[in-house]
């Protein structure tokens, strides 16, 4: 993890990342058939299916070498790679490019490798993405791009660097690259629904998974084995997955911050210590400098409703944003607008605006919202944890590292604590 930025270099940075013009980008492989080197990092199903996308994107790419902290998961994956006949010819991973471990990335990244696949745990996200950047290489990373604020900060200054080196770095929040998604958004940029009032998004989901823990892990290797489980590896729900539809919120918002946010949550039903110390519902208020107000809710139980969505009120109409079917809309009452344009595969359209823009040395970079919707995640997470009042600058500055005092499979990790609101202190 890097060092903590201070204030100061942290705003100075975000602007950069906000008015830095795109440098021109390298002139290697642009608009030629070079193939392009793939490297993944963090061989989880989500890794396996970024990879194969990026194999789709364009005929002249190679996947070339894999890491991941556990073999198995990298030998699963490569065995479901070569099991796609439509890519099978494009996965060339000899056993020299396959590294394990927890120094598998840069291995990865200094195998000669000219795109790096980032989709291992979010934790390692903002050290992976600064040494990508550092050697010169395009990015596709996963969200969420951190799990605590100088992870944020750091993944600031990296975006940052890598525009100054004319790389792609895009993110995977792929709602902003779907059709419907973003025909939506552009209407109501346009005042469709009239000043924005007030949001919901909701995510409502089942269970969620845990591996029982095996005689032979160590406290390293079961919190690993369980990474979506413990806030130092995944951030909590509220970051690792419902930051999709904060994010959306964010996009309709002009990606203006919230100004602060109070919240609430904890664990009602998830609560054996397979599950780790996150929470399985959260419930968050953001408001905005405008006096708009996002209502924010999160559960992961097994046997409710189920709801993915987001919901935007303004003065004029409202909408829905949704993936269900004519789950794009914005009602009026007298004239409702629903979505009907041509659909688009967002994981997919995403690797190919990312392997275009190396093709045309036109570097697309998503460094600024992937790092804000993060924090707004994160800042959620804070005000429900301690439940305390947490301002955008509170968040943007705090000092809280999640990270665990050595990297080593046989360092001792006792199970951490569970947030206590009114106990837990905000850093």
């Known amino acids: 993890m890097l060092p903590v930025s201070s204030r100061r270099d942290f705003l100075k940075t975000s602007a950069t990342v906000v008015a830095g013009t795109l440098a021109a980008a390298p002139a290697v492989h642009a608009a030629g058939s070079d193939v392009l080197r793939i490297g993944l990092i963090g061989c989880g199903g989500r890794g396996t299916g970024a990879a194969s996308q990026a194999l789709r994107a364009e005929k002249h790419v190679k996947l070339v070498a894999m890491g991941d902290a556990f073999e198995d998961r990298l030998q699963l994956s490569l065995t479901n ?3 796609d ?3 099978a010819a494009k996965v060339d991973v000899k056993d020299a490019q396959k590294f394990v471990g927890f120094d598998a990335c840069k291995q990865v990244i200094d195998s000669g490798v000219d795109v790096v696949l980032l989709c291992e745990p979010p934790h390692f996200r903002p050290g992976h993405l600064a040494y990508a950047v550092e050697k010169g290489k395009h990015v596709f990373a996963e969200k969420p791009v951190a799990v605590d604020s100088p992870g944020v900060r750091s ?6 660097e890598a525009r100054k080196k004319g790389l792609s770095v895009v993110s995977g929040l792929c709602l902003r690259y779907d059709n419907g998604f973003k025909e939506t958004v552009r209407r109501l940029h346009e005042g469709a629904a009239g000043q924005v009032l007030a949001m919901q998004a909701n995510d409502y989901r ?3 998974w845990s591996k029982p823990r095996q005689p032979d892990w160590s406290d390293m290797t079961y919190q690993m084995r369980n990474w979506y489980n413990f806030t130092w590896l995944s951030g909590d729900f509220n970051v690792e997955q419902h930051v999709h539809f904060l994010d959306v ?3 309709v918002m002009k990606d203006e911050p919230p100004v602060r946010a109070v919240g609430m949550g904890g664990r009602q039903v998830l609560t054996a210590p397979a599950y780790g110390n996150i929470y399985d519902h959260l419930s968050v208020v953001y408001e905005y400098a405008s006096g ?3 209502f924010s809710n999160t559960r992961q139980q097994k046997g409710c409703k189920n709801d993915i969505s987001a919901h935007v009120l303004g003065t004029k109409a409202r909408a829905e944003l949704s993936e269900r079917k004519r789950g794009l ?10 979505f009907d344009g041509k659909e688009n595969q967002m994981y997919q ?3 190919d605006e990312l392997f275009a823009s190396i093709r045309a040395g036109k570097p697309i970079n998503n460094g600024d919202y992937m790092c804000k919707s993060t924090l707004m995640a994160i800042m959620g997470r804070m005000a429900c944890y301690t439940g305390q009042l947490i301002t955008w600058d509170m968040a943007m500055n705090s000092k809280e590292d999640l990270s665990p005092p050595e990297y080593d499979w046989k360092v001792r990790l006792p199970d951490p604590p569970v947030a206590m609101p009114g106990v837990t202190k905000f850093v």
């Open 155 to 160: 993944v600031l200054q990296s975006c940052a």
């Open 249 to 251: 919120c964010a996009w």
């Open 85 to 87: 006949a439509d890519i």
């Open 81 to 83: 790679l070569l099991k």
């Open 349 to 351: 359209t995403e690797h």
């Open 292 to 294: 708009a107000k996002l």
């Open 329 to 338: 809309s914005i009602k009026t009452g007298d004239s409702d607008w629903f």
């Open 206 to 208: 089942g269970g969620r």
